[in-house]
Every structure is written in C-alpha cells, then in structure tokens.
Nanobody
Framework: QVQLVESGGGLVQPRGSLRLSCAAS????????MSWYRQAPGKERELVAS????????NYANSVKGRFTISRDNAKNMVYLQMNSLKPEDTAVYYC???????????WGQGTQVTVSS
C-alpha cells in the first residue's frame, strides 16, 4: 500500500521536545525527497524542513532553524523530525510529504497534531 503514516505528535509544554516519525511504504523511499510541513488553524500549510533522498542535504524554515532537525533512515523507510525548544507558535498539524524523483509522485500523510501549551 502506497502511504505515509505520521506518529509522535501530542501536547508538550513550551521549551519541551517531541520527535515525529513518518513511516513510508509502497514506493521507492530511497529515491524520494522527504519533507515535513505544518498547518496552523487559519493559516496556510508551510514547509518546515526537507531532506534529500540520500540525506546529504537538508533545508529548514527560518522559524525552526537551530531548533528542529530532520533525518531519515533509508534502511527502515523512515523520516524523523526532532523538535526542541518548542514554542506555542509551533502548534499545528504536521504532515509528512514525499516526492519520488523519477515519477514525481507526491504523497501526503494524514497529519499529526502538535500542541505546545502550558
């Protein structure tokens, strides 16, 4: 089955940490660029972080640089987002995204809610 399944969201206090995971199946993960997006209520979906298919290049939104780290394990078909020093403005639904580099197939996960609040 072709899908992305996110996990790891939840409620965390400001300055806390969370690690999101995304399990990929049904496509060539090692030939796919992977990204994390987020969408807060009333706002457009925005790119948080992306990682090349080899893991050799990453890119971050300015708002999360130095706090978030994207990584991947091609042997396990997994991509992760380590989020540290969380702020209330990080509250959003976080989505995993893939772009297969040969077919240009785009996939989205169902999203996982992250709420940062005291």
């Amino acid at each position: 089955q072709v899908q992305l399944v996110e996990s790891g969201g939840g409620l965390v206090q400001p300055r806390g940490s969370l690690r999101l995971s995304c399990a990929a199946s049904g496509f060539t993960f090692s030939n796919s660029a992977m990204s994390w997006y987020r969408q807060a209520p009333g706002k457009e979906r925005e790119l948080v972080a992306s990682i090349a298919n080899t893991g050799g290049r990453t890119n971050y939104a300015n708002s999360v640089k130095g706090r978030f780290t994207i990584s991947r394990d091609n042997a396990k078909n997994m991509v992760y987002l380590q989020m540290n020093s969380l702020k209330p403005e990080d509250t959003a639904v976080y989505y995993c995204n893939s772009v297969e580099l040969t077919t240009l197939q785009i996939l989205w996960g169902q999203g996982t809610q992250v709420t940062v609040s005291s």
